[in-house]
């Protein structure tokens, strides 16, 4: 079974903070996401990795930044949150492009 | 712009009856469609994945159907359950695109 692991179910942090939000998948996926998803909004991209130390922008990538230094790991960095960033984050992981997503439990972050 | 629109946007049916969930879409060109079901507090897991030839697949009591000349799909449940509570998301993959496009979901409740 794909495993897609994310290190914090629950987060809370403080506006101004540095926030780093890890994903691991144990299936030597290549390509790797991450979303936020927000109440009546579904899922919004924010950044993609189809390679290592390859990433791109999705469609809203203002305020993030990530790293993806090995395969199996893709790091979501929030340099410095705001409480417009509070909402559910999702990674994901595909084998190939286009193949079935498998995603990982979420963590809920909170800004205050 | 591609878009997925899904209705209802939320639903509310017995345990025992039968559901039907659409998704219309924009997205061009097609490659595939898949239908994610989304429990609470978790990932989206994949249900079923349609392509252009075909118009219906199965898995368990949830059939999916396909229309690429109307740009519709249906998911539809048989003898809903409680476990069934979720939200269903459509996806659908341009062609030549390694990002899917993401429906808002519908919030499907089943109540004994």
């Known amino acids: 079974d794909v495993k897609v692991t994310q290190s914090s179910r629950y987060l809370v942090k403080r506006t101004g903070e540095k926030v780093f939000l890890e994903c691991v998948q144990d299936?030597?996926?290549?390509?790797m996401f991450w979303y936020r998803q927000d109440p009546g909004l579904g899922l919004r991209l924010i950044y993609f990795?189809?390679?290592?130390?390859?990433?791109e922008k999705g469609d809203i990538p203002e305020g993030y930044s990530v790293s993806r230094e090995k395969k199996e790991r893709f790091s979501l960095i929030l340099e410095s949150a705001s409480t417009n960033q509070t909402s559910m984050y999702l990674c994901?992981?595909?084998?190939?492009?286009?193949?079935?997503?498998?995603f990982g439990p979420g963590t809920r972050l909170t800004v205050t | 712009k591609n878009q997925v629109e899904q209705s209802p946007q939320s639903l509310i049916i017995l345990e025992g009856k039968n559901c039907t969930l659409q998704c219309n879409y924009t997205v061009s060109p097609f490659s595939n469609l898949r239908w994610y079901k989304q429990d609470t507090g978790r990932g989206p897991v994949s249900l079923t994945i349609?392509?252009?030839?075909?118009n219906t697949k199965s898995n368990g009591r949830y059939t999916a159907t396909l229309d690429a000349d109307t740009k519709q799909s249906s998911l539809h449940i048989t003898a809903s359950q409680l476990s069934d509570s979720a939200s269903y998301i459509c996806v659908v993959l341009p062609g030549g695109s390694y990002i899917p496009t993401f429906g808002r979901g519908t919030s499907l409740i089943v109540h004994p």
């Open positions: 299936m030597d996926h290549e390509n």
């Open positions: 990795s189809y390679d290592v130390k390859m990433k």
């Open positions: 994901a992981s595909s084998l190939w492009p286009g193949e079935e997503q498998y």
């Open positions: 349609m392509t252009f030839s075909e």
